[in-house]
């Protein structure tokens, strides 16, 4: 079966800190895909990327970078110089093409407080 | 461009009521899935519909129906509501891709309280 930990319930930082929040999956297919959602008070889930298992290289998108390791089934996710604004819930999902539907798996999410 | 949308946003209903959400998929989507995500917990995915059939269905009984229109929107029905019902109801869009793996846009979502 399926299934996505994210360990941390709840992480707090100050405004500029660097922050990473942790993604480990389960999955014994060799096809997969890995997300990552943030959530903020409002609620709908904003899509920040999508990995495929053949792709391990590591991406930057401005103050944003993902680190995927195969080897660990991790997926990370790193915040540079964090902001206010930052401050969310965030998700990690993975979804297996082979099941037919593309179902997602998301994880229980982490909970982020960028303080001033 | 406009994204997901979902109504309505808030509903309170008793013990037993039945229930009627609705989504319109992201323009040029036509797959939709219903999520429910209790409070602090993720999203559970209840079911998905692509041509207007359920393509598959996730741990929920058969309280839980839905049904796909010809202009790709949706509804989900939840009968005999429960306390335990209480939740945030997410819908996604996306492109229906055999051997890949498109991305899901989600709406605002609908807040449900079973009272």
């Known amino acids: 079966a399926q299934k996505v930990t994210q360990a941390q319930t709840e992480i707090s930082v100050v405004e500029k800190e660097d922050v990473t929040l942790d993604c480990v999956y389960e999955?014994?297919?060799?096809?997969?895909?890995l997300f990552w959602y943030k959530q903020p008070p409002s609620g709908e889930l904003v899509f920040l990327i999508r990995?495929?298992?053949?792709?391990?290289q590591n991406e930057i998108s401005g103050r944003y970078s993902w680190n995927f390791q195969k080897s660990t089934s991790s997926f990370n996710f790193t915040i540079t110089a964090s902001q206010v604004v930052d401050s969310a819930v965030y998700f990690c999902a993975l979804s297996d093409p082979h099941n037919y539907g593309q179902n997602f798996v998301f994880g229980p999410g982490t909970r982020l407080s960028v303080l001033p | 461009d406009a994204g997901v949308t979902q109504s309505p946003t808030h509903l309170i209903k008793t013990r037993g009521q039945q229930v009627t959400l609705r989504c319109s998929p992201k323009s040029g989507h036509d797959t939709v899935s219903w999520y429910q995500q209790a409070l602090g917990q993720g999203p559970q995915f209840i079911f998905q519909?692509?041509?207007?059939?359920?393509?598959q269905r996730g741990n929920f009984p058969d309280r839980f129906s839905g049904h796909q229109f010809p202009n790709y929107s949706s509804e989900l029905n939840v009968n005999a509501l429960l306390l335990g019902d209480s939740a945030l109801y997410l819908c996604?869009?996306?492109?229906?891709?055999?051997?890949?793996?498109?991305?899901?846009?989600f709406g605002p979502g609908t807040r449900l309280l079973v009272l």
């Open positions: 996604a869009s996306s492109l229906w891709a055999s051997g890949g793996q498109e991305t899901q846009y």
């Open positions: 999955t014994r297919d060799t096809t997969y895909y």
């Open positions: 519909y692509y041509e207007e059939e359920e393509r």
């Open positions: 990995r495929n298992s053949f792709d391990e």
